[in-house]
Nanobody, 121 residues
Framework: QLQASGGGLVQAGGSLTLACVAS????????MAWFRQSSANEREFVAA????????NYADSVKGRFTISRTNAKKTVYLQMNSLKPEDTAVYYC????????????????WGQGTQVTVSS
């Protein structure tokens, strides 16, 4: 089970940090990622990180502004979002993949419930 938190309302140019905690039984190593879905768009990939944290992957739209990180001891993945834009407004979902080698952009097995991020202009 994945529980995401940290969403909210922020002005353009502001920052938010999302967190997602995995609970229950998990595989020995797993990749984690963030996706988002707005009312106008289908769900899209945002960022991913492999088990060790040594590999990350970002959508072009968030490169240089968002940072994904993880703390395995806490089974938690974070998404630091800076320089937020109104087009970042969406429901953000965390996801877990039962393979931890790479920072995968697809094929995730488990999904959290989502947290709303709203960026006002």
């Amino acid at each position: 089970q994945l529980q995401a938190s940290g969403g909210g309302l922020v002005q353009a140019g502001g920052s938010l940090t999302l967190a997602c905690v995995a609970s229950g039984r998990t595989s020995s190593s797993y990749a984690m990622a963030w996706f988002r879905q707005s009312s106008a768009n289908e769900r899209e990939f945002v960022a991913a990180i492999n088990w060790s944290g040594g590999l990350t992957n970002y959508a072009d739209s968030v490169k240089g502004r968002f940072t994904i990180s993880r703390t395995n001891a806490k089974k938690t993945v974070y998404l630091q979002m800076n320089s937020l834009k109104p087009e970042d407004t969406a429901v953000y979902y965390c996801a877990l993949k039962y393979s931890g080698q790479l920072a995968y952009t697809s094929g995730y097995n488990s999904w959290g419930q989502g947290t709303q991020v709203t960026v006002s202009s």
